[in-house]
C-alpha cells in the first residue's frame, strides 16, 4: 500500500481525512503497532470528530488481524483511555483524535504499556517503516478479539476527578468529547450543570 509518510510527526500519526489519512492507513497502523509492541491486549478509545468512528473500528480490524485482544472504551477524552491502559494493565493503547486541530483533521495518538507515549524516536517511526515498506510481520497465532467497555464511572469513582459542592456551574469543554465526562460528574452531585456547545 502507499501511505503519506508526512502524517507520521513527532508524538502521533495526524492527517486531514481521508486525503492524508484513512481507514486503509488506519488498519495498516493498527497491525504495525501490535506487532512493534509485540501486544496481546490493547484499549481504543475515540474523539468525536465525524471520521474517529470509521478510522477507530479499521485500526480495531488492524489490531485483531494481528492477535491483539481490544478493548473499545467508545468516545473517551485522551487521559480517560490513558487511565486503563495503565489501570488494567493493557500492552498499549490508542486514541483517535486530533486533538485541537480543526475538523477535518483525524489522527491517532499510541501509547505502550503504563500509558508511555510512543514519539517519532521510540516507536512511531518503526511504525511508519513497517508500513510504508509494506513489511508488517505476519502474525504469529489466532485473530483476537474486540468488546466495548465503559470505562467512565469507574475513571470517575477512583476519585481522579473529584466533584465540588453543589451548587450551579459552567463548562466550555471546547467542543471535546471531555462533555461526557463532565456531565456525568456534575449530574450525579446534583450540580445545575450547564454545558456550552453541547454535542
Known amino acids: 500500500m502507499t501511505v503519506n509518510k508526512n502524517i507520521f510527526k513527532a508524538y502521533d500519526v495526524r492527517g486531514i481525512y481521508p486525503d492524508e489519512i484513512n481507514t486503509a492507513d488506519a488498519y495498516a ?18 474523539d468525536m470528530r465525524t471520521a474517529a468512528p470509521d478510522i477507530a473500528a479499521a485500526f480495531i480490524e488492524g489490531a485483531i488481524t494481528q492477535g491483539a485482544n481490544v478493548t473499545d472504551y467508545g468516545m473517551v477524552a485522551t487521559d480517560m483511555l490513558y487511565y486503563g491502559v495503565a489501570k488494567d ?24 504499556r503504563d500509558a ?35 470505562i467512565l464511572n469507574d475513571y470517575i469513582d477512583t476519585g481522579t476527578v473529584r466533584p465540588g459542592p453543589k451548587k450551579r456551574a459552567t463548562c466550555h469543554h471546547g467542543s471535546g468529547s471531555l462533555f461526557c465526562l463532565v456531565s456525568t460528574l456534575y449530574s450525579s452531585t446534583g450540580t445545575f450543570f450547564f454545558c456550552l456547545f453541547n454535542l
Request: hydrophobic share 40%.
Open 29 to 46: 497502523i493498527g497491525r504495525a503497532f501490535v506487532a512493534h509492541i509485540e501486544a496481546s491486549t490493547i484499549a481504543v478509545g475515540r
Open 116 to 150: 508511555v507515549p510512543l514519539s517519532i524516536d521510540a516507536g512511531i517511526g518503526v511504525i511508519r517503516d513497517m508500513v510504508a515498506s509494506n513489511n508488517i510481520p505476519r502474525p504469529n497465532g489466532a485473530v483476537g478479539t474486540r468488546h466495548s467497555e465503559n
Open 89 to 112: 494493565n493493557f500492552d498499549g493503547g490508542a486514541e483517535i483524535t486530533a486533538s485541537h486541530n480543526p475538523k477535518e483533521y483525524i489522527g491517532i495518538k499510541l501509547v505502550k
